[in-house]
C-alpha cells in the first residue's frame, strides 16, 4: 500500500507540472489541508445477544465473525460480553485458563448467564463457555471476553450441541424441555451406572435432578475415589433441601449422582455440581420435589 501511494504522488506531481495549470476553483492550492483528519483505529469487539452458526471456539477472530438471525438455524448464543479487568497493560496474550482474571470473567458469564436466561444454566441441558480475543486482537488492544452458550442434546452423557430456531433469552424462566428433569438410569453388571436416559417424571423412574451445589473455590477436581466425598456431601444436602427432609435422614432415603463440569471447565472457574438423587431400585411416578418424608421414606435394607 506505501508504494501504491508514492507512486500515486510521482504521477499527481507529473500531471500537475505537465499542465502548468493554477488550482481548479474552490481550492487554494495546498491539497494536504483539505483531508479529513484519520480517525482512530477501532478496535473489534463482538456483540451481545447475537447468535452464530459455528461451534463454540476459544478464541475469537474477527475473520470467522458471522452471527446469524437467532430466528434461524444455530448453535451457539453469545449471552453477554464483558472486559477483562486487571491485566498487566504489557500483556501480550489474552488471561489464560485457571488465572485470576481468567476466573473473574467466568464468575461474570455465568451471573451474566443466569439472568439472560432466567435461572441458572445449568439446570438445564446447557452449556457456557468463555471465548477470548485473538492473539492479533489482543495485541492490538481488544480486552474483551465473550460469554456463550450452546445447548446440548443431554448433559449427563456428553451430549452432542443441539442446533437451534430460537433465541435462549428467557428460555429458564418458566418449566419446559431445556430442564432437568427425572431419568430411568440403568447400571452395569458391577452395580456401577451405566445410562442416565431422560423419562417424564410420570412415568416410571430411578433418578431426578435435583439442584446445583457450589463446590468452594478450594476443592480440587476429583482424581481419586476419596477426592468424591465432598461432592456428595454437597448434594447430600441439596437432595434434602429438594425433598423437604431432614440433612441427618437423607443418607438413609437415597443414593445420589454429582456431576461436575469437566476439567477444563474446572480450571475456566466453574464450580458448580449437578446434583441428583438416586434409587436404584426406585419406581416413582411422580416428581420428589417437597415430597417430605411420605415421599421419601427411609429405606431399611
Known amino acids: 500500500m506505501r508504494r501504491w501511494m508514492s507512486a500515486l504522488a510521482v504521477a499527481g506531481a507529473v500531471v500537475l507540472g505537465v499542465a502548468g495549470c493554477a488550482p481548479p476553483g474552490g481550492t487554494d492550492g495546498d491539497l494536504t489541508d483539505d483531508w479529513a483528519a484519520v480517525g482512530e483505529p477501532v478496535v473489534f469487539t463482538p456483540a451481545a445477544e447475537t447468535c452464530h452458526s459455528a461451534d463454540f471456539s476459544e478464541t475469537v477472530y474477527l475473520s470467522s465473525y458471522l452471527p446469524v438471525d437467532c430466528a434461524t438455524n444455530h448453535r451457539l448464543e453469545t449471552v453477554h460480553v464483558g472486559t477483562f479487568a486487571g ?15 481468567f476466573t473473574a470473567a467466568y464468575a461474570e458469564c455465568d451471573n451474566r448467564a443466569r439472568g439472560y436466561l432466567g435461572a441458572d444454566w445449568r439446570t ?16 492490538a488492544g481488544a480486552r474483551w471476553f465473550r460469554c456463550d452458550v450452546t445447548e446440548l442434546s443431554n448433559v449427563e452423557e456428553d451430549g452432542d450441541v443441539v442446533g437451534r430456531t430460537a433465541t435462549l433469552k428467557g428460555a429458564l424462566r418458566e418449566a419446559g424441555p431445556l430442564r432437568l428433569g427425572c431419568y430411568a438410569t440403568t447400571l452395569t453388571r458391577t452395580e456401577t451406572i451405566d445410562r442416565m436416559p431422560p423419562a417424564e417424571c410420570s ?40 425433598v423437604g427432609v431432614s440433612q441427618s435422614t437423607i443418607r438413609f432415603r437415597t443414593g445420589v449422582v454429582t456431576l461436575p463440569g469437566g476439567r477444563d471447565d474446572w480450571t475456566s472457574g466453574n464450580r458448580g455440581v449437578r446434583c441428583y438423587l438416586w434409587v436404584s431400585d426406585g ?17 431399611t435394607r
Open 124 to 139: 438445564a441441558r446447557l452449556w457456557l463457555g468463555v471465548a477470548v480475543p485473538s492473539p492479533k486482537g489482543w495485541g
Open 203 to 242: 412415568a416410571r423412574h430411578n433418578t431426578e435432578f435435583a439442584g446445583v451445589w457450589r463446590a468452594p473455590a478450594t476443592l480440587r477436581y476429583p482424581a481419586a475415589e476419596r477426592d468424591w466425598q465432598a461432592f456428595y456431601d454437597g448434594c447430600y444436602t441439596v437432595a434434602a433441601r429438594f
Open 87 to 101: 491485566p498487566p497493560g504489557d500483556a501480550q496474550v489474552p488471561p489464560a485458563a485457571g488465572s485470576a482474571q
Open 283 to 299: 419406581k416413582f411416578t411422580r416428581s420428589l420435589k417437597g415430597a417430605g418424608n411420605g415421599g421419601l421414606p427411609i429405606r
